[in-house]
């Protein structure tokens, strides 16, 4: 339910198999325009490759995925273009690493984009700045830390201008110090009403920034409710069972 939010993406039974091994099996999600949706999971449920299969990044065996009027689960679809409005934000951040903060933000707004370069400049110092990081723009990526690096790739994809981002275990790879400082980060896009799925482990972040949580197990969706009903009265025993492994 999205209540009276404009639909931007509608996934309806959404199948998804690696040779005879089930992923996947019959997906149905609705994603409102300013939605935060929190994907939960055990380790190897399909969270991760639902997001890669809404970002072209997998193929699928069936089902639909409904953006712009367009089923992006049928052939010929631009990918290239359809990234430039359905970004994604990676675990291990894929910075190029021979090039600057600057020149990383700004290769998809003058390449593919092909945007004034004093406009996207602007753009990528006012993203910079508001995660803290202007004064890092020159540096190259083996000069920032992991956290700081992951703020970089957050700021690549913004610069972009999405509908909607897609966020897979993006604190996965870092430190827990350098935890909070990108989850911060997520929660202002939240909190200025950026469209976002989110894939994470870390269960009061979800509970914090999610307007809705899914919960996958076993390639199927278990349970859809707001993250005040899940984390206090889930209504699956499976989910139950996932939250007290947490000890939430």
């Not at 994907?39 to 995925?65: A, D, H, M, Y």
């Not at 600057?100 to 990528?124: C, F, H, M, S, Y």
Request: glycine share 8%.
């Amino acid at each position: 339910m999205t209540d009276s939010k404009e639909i931007l993406l509608e996934v309806q039974q959404l199948q998804k198999s690696f040779g005879d091994r089930i992923v996947l099996n019959g997906i149905d999600l609705q994603v409102g325009k300013g939605e935060v949706i929190v994907i939960l999971g055990p380790s190897g449920c399909g969270k991760s490759t639902f997001l890669r299969c809404l970002n072209g990044l997998e193929s699928v065996q069936g089902g639909v995925i409904q953006y712009r009027g367009q089923n992006l689960a049928e052939g010929n679809v631009d990918w290239p273009e359809v990234r430039q409005h359905i970004g994604m934000v990676f675990q291990n951040y894929d910075l190029f690493p021979h090039m600057t903060v600057i020149d990383n933000i700004l290769l998809g707004p003058l390449q593919v984009q092909k945007r004034d370069k004093n406009e996207a400049l602007q753009q990528a110092e006012q993203l910079l700045d508001r995660v803290g990081l202007l004064d890092r723009k020159d540096a190259y990526p083996r000069q920032l830390s992991g956290g700081q690096k992951q703020r970089i790739a957050i700021v690549r994809a913004l610069c972009m201008n999405p509908d909607i981002i897609l966020f897979d275990e993006v604190t996965a790879s870092l430190d827990p110090e350098m935890v909070r400082e990108v989850l911060d980060v997520i929660l202002g896009l939240a909190n200025q009403g950026m469209t976002m799925i989110i894939v994470t482990h870390e269960m009061g972040f979800a509970k914090s920034v999610g307007d809705r949580i899914v919960f996958i197990d076993q390639g199927k969706i278990c349970e859809i409710a707001t993250a005040q009903q899940f984390f206090t009265a889930p209504a699956t025993e499976r989910a139950q069972h996932f939250l007290d492994i947490f000890q939430y």
